[in-house]
């Protein structure tokens, strides 16, 4: 069924048509800001359809079955934030995973292959493999497993530990599943894929290197098993993204045209062509475009009817991943952060092209196999935080500028140059010139601050030039108010960061844990407050997060006028005391869990699922708790209760040598120090730390 509404802010003009009235809901206006503002201002019907919008109570909201979805099954994320606090549950930074996102997204693979099969008159079939170093979460492998059952899809390994793990999960998944073994392999890689095969799993030994044929010649041998073979390809064709390094005449990965013939040589001699049964190949994550996949497809086909024409027993053809995600709604292949094609076109245009290539060459359709990672899992999970403080802009509200310039120009002993500068300040601001008040202010600053540093001035000279600076800065922020902002860029050739007017949030998450590709690559992932949507967001800002690192910051956002062009701040709502702000991280499911690093000991965060319910509503259908102080303590080799032990004594050495009052004292700095050891490594909202004793 189509959805009732769309994601593209056609939210409000649904609601007309049901309630039978013209204008606009009252609900969702608040000082002249309505929801479909927020949809249009976050681009949330690009990035975000079919799976999230923005509903009518100005939360972000998620349809789990995407087109799929009925009114029924939207789940309000806020709702679900309110049912963890009422279980006392709620613990931020947060990941929520919706699994059943996760279906839909692998039912919408399966099923564009299969139209486009249909479609085509296609003679081969399609059978998908999910990559597990995108996400390697345990449930996640799992739900995948579960939920291709049917269409026997299966797991791609690129290590021992990926291997076994593989393995494992697909002892429940069907027997056609496949079993790709890819990444550079030893003999007890090769071992572990020959056991598979033994055990009755379909593993196919994918060839990165030559002298890989030799280990798993001698391991089958050894073993006394028939091995299936692939080989991975080196194409010529690469993408310019970030992500095409890998492909390439000079790629990290594969086999050149001769290396593979030198491999088919090698089987020949020992009688074991037959073997081969698989080429696969990897243009790159996150292709750009559909001619780059056609381009790559119809290279690697061609190298796949050969292989199949010189005797080799082809029968796969295996596309690795490369399906783009959206991240910025923009549908452009201009921008590195989107891509413009859909699931169905990127199906459609592969399987185009082998039939071609077969067809020309006369072979035999293969069964397309897909790996694709960041295409099935980005969508499934939302990290969820708060914003706990924000840092204070320039305000020249509680001095006016003409005071500040009074105390100036009487003071004494200012330095010769500086008394120059700041009348000409005091020209500037009598004849209402603000643009070269500005000018003028941002000088004085930069040169007072010099000039302190040469102890030729006075701390309170300083902070006057520092407050006269913020006072012009807050005269022009009235100005560009007043303006338009383009002309008035236009006219000032301004920036808005000239005026200092980008205020930093403080969030409650370490970037280098949970968004570790922000700060890697500057990836940019749709961030978009889940609450307060229905009210105009007035503060522009950045995300500063909890970690002692210049690097800990977000200054690349998803929003604003243009499409495609990240914008240099985030347009915020204000902090309000005592009402936390919510901040939702969207398209972050694959690669940002596992690439995350421990910086400061921050841990991985709390994760729950969240599951529709027949007749509407959702269950929390699972609770995993993040790390604790003591378990990345662990992991750094320290030994948190030898720790304690050691603090415990130095606690009672203390209590003798009198620095506790009484006993008591002494108990409760224990009983806080256990506490600590077992808490979350993020920052609590719960003031009363010491309550429950
Ligand atoms: C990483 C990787 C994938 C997954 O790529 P996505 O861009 O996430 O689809 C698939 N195959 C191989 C060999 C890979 O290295």
């Known amino acids: 069924m189509a959805p009732l509404t769309s994601a593209d802010g056609h939210e409000a003009l649904a609601c007309d048509i049901v309630n039978g009235s013209s204008g606009v809901n009252p609900e969702t206006q608040k000082q002249g800001w309505a929801v479909d503002k927020s949809t249009t201002l976050y681009h949330v019907g690009g990035w975000g359809a079919p799976y999230f919008f923005i509903n009518r109570a100005g939360n972000m909201a998620v349809r789990p079955h995407g087109f799929n979805s009925t009114f029924a099954d939207e789940i309000d994320i806020m709702e679900v934030l309110e049912k963890l ?15 059943e996102i996760l279906k839909d997204r692998l039912d919408d693979l399966q099923t564009a292959f299969q139209s486009a099969i249909f479609r085509k008159g296609y003679r081969g079939k399609f059978q998908g493999v999910f990559p597990v170093k995108c996400n390697p979460d345990r449930y996640v492998v799992e739900d995948i497993i579960r939920f291709g059952g049917d269409v026997a899809f299966g797991l791609e390994a690129g290590s021992k530990p990926e291997l076994l793990m593989a393995m494992t ?10 079993l790709i073994c890819n990444g550079y392999k030893d003999a007890e890689y090769v071992q572990l894929a020959l056991i598979a095969r033994q055990l009755g799993m379909n593993a196919i030994i994918v060839l990165e290197q030559e002298e890989e044929l030799q280990i798993v010649l001698k391991m089958s041998q050894y073993l006394r098993m028939q091995p299936v073979i692939g080989v991975r390809g080196k194409l010529s064709t690469k993408h310019s993204g970030h992500w095409g390094e890998t492909s390439g005449d000079k790629g990290k990965f594969g086999l050149s045209a ?13 009688g074991m062509l037959n073997a081969l049964r698989l080429l696969h190949f990897h243009i790159g994550s996150q292709i750009p475009s559909l001619s780059i996949v056609d381009e790559g497809v119809t290279e690697a086909a061609h190298i796949y009817c050969e292989l199949s024409k010189i005797g080799a027993s082809m029968r796969y053809f295996d596309i690795g991943g490369g399906l783009g995600i959206d991240y910025d709604g923009s549908n452009s292949s201009a921008s590195a952060m ?35 990672g960041r295409g099935l899992v980005s969508h499934h999970s939302v990290l969820v935080f708060d914003a706990f403080s924000v840092s204070k802009l320039p305000c020249g509200k509680e001095h006016s500028a003409g005071e500040d310039m009074k105390v100036l120009l009487q003071y004494q002993g200012l330095p010769h140059d500086l008394m120059v500068l700041s009348e000409e300040l005091a020209r500037f601001l009598k004849i209402g010139n603000v643009e070269g008040a500005l000018a003028c202010a941002k000088q004085l600053k930069v040169e007072c601050t010099d000039s302190f540093k040469l102890g030729l001035i006075s701390l309170e000279v300083r902070a006057i030039a520092d407050q006269l600076y913020a006072s012009v800065s807050s005269l022009m922020s009235e100005e560009l108010k007043k303006a338009s902002l383009p002309s008035l860029t236009k006219k000032f050739g301004l920036g808005i960061s000239d005026v200092d007017q980008i205020a930093t949030y403080h969030i409650n998450l370490s970037i280098f844990k949970s968004v570790p590709d922000s700060w890697a690559i500057g990836q940019i992932f749709p961030i978009v407050p ?6 105009e967001p007035v503060m522009r800002g950045i995300l500063s997060d909890l970690t002692c690192d210049s690097d800990g910051k977000i200054s690349s956002f998803v929003a604003g006028d243009v499409l495609g062009k990240p914008s240099s701040f985030l347009p915020l709502h204000k902090l309000e005391a005592d009402r936390p702000y919510f901040l939702g991280m969207f398209l ?7 690439l995350g690093s421990m910086h400061n000991l921050f841990g991985a965060t709390h994760v729950v699922h969240v599951v529709g319910k027949s007749g509407g509503s959702f269950q929390i259908s699972r609770h995993l708790s993040g790390q604790s102080v003591s ?16 603090l415990h004594s130095r606690i009672l050495d203390s209590l003798q040598e009198g620095r506790f009052g009484d006993i008591s004292e002494a108990m409760l700095a224990l009983h806080m120090l256990q506490r600590s050891f077992s808490s979350y490594t993020y920052l609590s909202h719960d003031h009363d730390c010491h309550s429950g004793f």
């Not at 999960?169 to 496949?178: I, N, P, V």
């Not at 001769?258 to 020992?270: G, M, P, Y």
């Not at 359709?365 to 694709?372: A, F, G, K, R, V």
């Not at 378990?631 to 050691?646: F, K």
């Open 258 to 270: 001769t290396e593979i013939l030198s491999i088919v040589r090698s089987l020949k001699n020992v």
């Open 530 to 535: 889940i609450h307060r949507l229905d009210e």
């Open 338 to 372: 989107s891509v413009c094609y859909t699931v169905e076109e990127y199906a459609e245009q592969v399987v185009r092209a082998v039939d071609n290539a077969c067809a020309l060459k006369k072979v035999k359709s293969p069964t397309i196999c897909c790996e694709s």
């Open 588 to 594: 972050g499911g694959a690669y940002q869990e596992v």
């Open 85 to 99: 606090q009422e279980a006392g549950e709620i613990g931020l930074p947060l990941i929520i995973r919706f699994p």
């Open 169 to 178: 999960y697909m002892c429940k998944g069907s027997a056609d599943a496949l």
């Open 631 to 646: 378990n990345v303590l662990y992991a750094m080799q320290h030994d948190p209760l030898s720790m304690l032990t050691d």
